[in-house]
């Protein structure tokens, strides 16, 4: 599901341009319905997120998978037959429905079923299917009418339905709910039928489940933040997430082509995005083989920094070019920063901030929790897409990518300050430290 989340989050990259120059499709798109048709399924993954949380943590992990697909057929479906530019950003904005589900349960499946040696890996594996989906996009995109790259797009989530009915439900979820036996035959199916290796996973499962027992059916918004360990882990999800999407990932990711168009160089659009998304894909396999090598701090904090570097390059080009200095000499300095601006964003901040998310919350705030930081990722997913261009008028497009890299660079310094590594660490241990529990 996590190819299908990109390709919906990279549409507008390849598409925009399409449509404006053909009008015969949805009609003549104002700068402001540009702006909607990037931004809306960030508000429609804002408005979803409260029923997916509720879903996650009372009907399962597996049935939240489901449901999350549904939008995606049906945002796509409109867009395949839709004919105005009103029935176009309706479908936009329900397949943003689909991606809290899918945010939020693809986040909580993979911390609860993950071997503890393998979180980081098995975490960054969702990144290079994101980045499959962008690379899917930009190149069926740029050489497919719209409606023909909308009917493959809908085959992403009709496979996922069809496939996803193998997998197991989670055994922390299904401990929960008291069904030992479920939650057993579930480890066993993942552990490759090892019943030694699925009891030893069982036993530390009820550990962690029986010191949190008295709040695992119910968790208020008092009780969550009467935990020192909860209140850290809180903080931590939101600023990071602040960093994360002020920092630009969004804008570049979505407008790939068009942020091309206004710098220039010496590529097209359509080959610097085909460039950058090949690069972004490296850049989620260097995370799969070295994320648990490297570990959360050492990987957060050092690409928030040369992400910042790759932004105030960038920003440096635009504003010679700006003042009028001729910069076709630097003629490749766009793609290049901008490729390695994104490897950088999918080998920490992208994929490191929902294996983090995985490994410091307690089980009975885990799906509240992840609700709550999931909104703020959506608010701020929203504001950045729906005033980019509004930013790139007020302080120009140098200007803009210098606020970027203000973002990046301020991520690091908190990551540096605040939070804990969390390599090949058992939860019980990494909860111990975010309480503030010595040894």
């Keep these: 599901m996590n190819v299908a989340h990109g390709v919906a989050l990279g549409w507008p990259s390849p598409s925009l341009p399409i449509l404006r120059t053909n009008k015969e499709l949805f009609g003549a798109l104002s700068a402001g319905q540009e702006s909607w048709t990037g931004s809306l399924p960030f508000l429609g993954a804002l408005l979803s997120t409260p029923l997916f949380s509720y879903i996650n943590q009372h009907m399962g992990r597996k049935t939240a998978g489901y449901i999350s697909a549904v939008p995606n057929v049906v945002g796509w479906l409109l867009v395949i037959f839709g004919n105005s530019v009103t029935l176009l950003c309706i479908g936009r904005f329900i397949l943003g429905l689909g991606l809290s589900g899918m945010n939020i349960f693809i986040t909580l499946y993979i911390g609860e079923v993950s071997e503890d040696s393998l979180r980081g890996t ?96 119910k968790v208020t918004v008092k009780e969550l933040l009467s935990v020192r360990g909860t209140r850290k882990a809180l903080l931590i999800g939101i600023v990071l997430a602040v960093c994360q999407q002020l920092s630009g990932i969004n804008p570049v990711f979505s407008y790939c082509a068009v942020i091309f168009e206004m710098t220039g160089g010496h590529f097209t659009p359509n080959i610097s995005s085909f460039i950058v998304s090949a690069v972004t894909l490296l850049g989620s396999l260097f995370c799969i083989f070295f994320s648990d090598k490297l570990g959360r701090r050492v990987l957060l904090i050092s690409t928030y920094t040369l992400q910042g570097i790759c932004l ?94 203000a973002f990046s660079f301020i991520g690091a310094l908190f990551i540096f300050i605040m939070l804990p590594e969390t390599k090949n660490r058992s939860l019980e241990s990494i909860l111990k430290e975010m309480d503030g529990v010595k040894g």
């Design 122 to 217: 098995l975490g960054a594996l969702r990144g290079l299917a994101l980045d499959t989906g962008f690379l899917i996009i930009y190149v069926v995109g740029s050489y497919l009418s719209i409606r023909n790259t909308a009917i493959i797009s809908i085959s992403l989530p009709l496979l996922f339905i069809l496939t996803y009915i193998w997998l197991p439900e989670s055994p922390m979820f299904l401990l929960g709910k008291g069904n030992e036996k479920k939650a057993f035959e579930s480890y066993l199916w993942m552990r490759g039928s090892d019943s030694k290796v699925a009891e030893d996973e069982m036993s530390k499962l009820r550990t962690i489940m029986t010191q949190n027992s008295a709040k695992v059916q």
């Design 312 to 405: 105030c390059i960038l920003g440096l080009y635009m504003y010679m070019k700006h003042l009028g200095m001729d910069v076709s000499a630097f003629g490749v300095l766009p793609v290049v920063s901008i490729s390695f601006y994104c490897f950088f964003v999918v080998v920490g901040p992208c994929n490191m901030y929902y294996v983090v998310l995985s490994e410091i919350f307690r089980p009975e705030a885990r799906g509240f929790a992840m609700g709550l930081t999931t909104t703020s990722l959506w608010i701020l997913s929203f504001i950045s897409l729906q005033f980019y261009s509004t930013l790139v008028n007020l302080l120009y497009g140098h200007g803009t990518f210098w606020v970027f890299a």
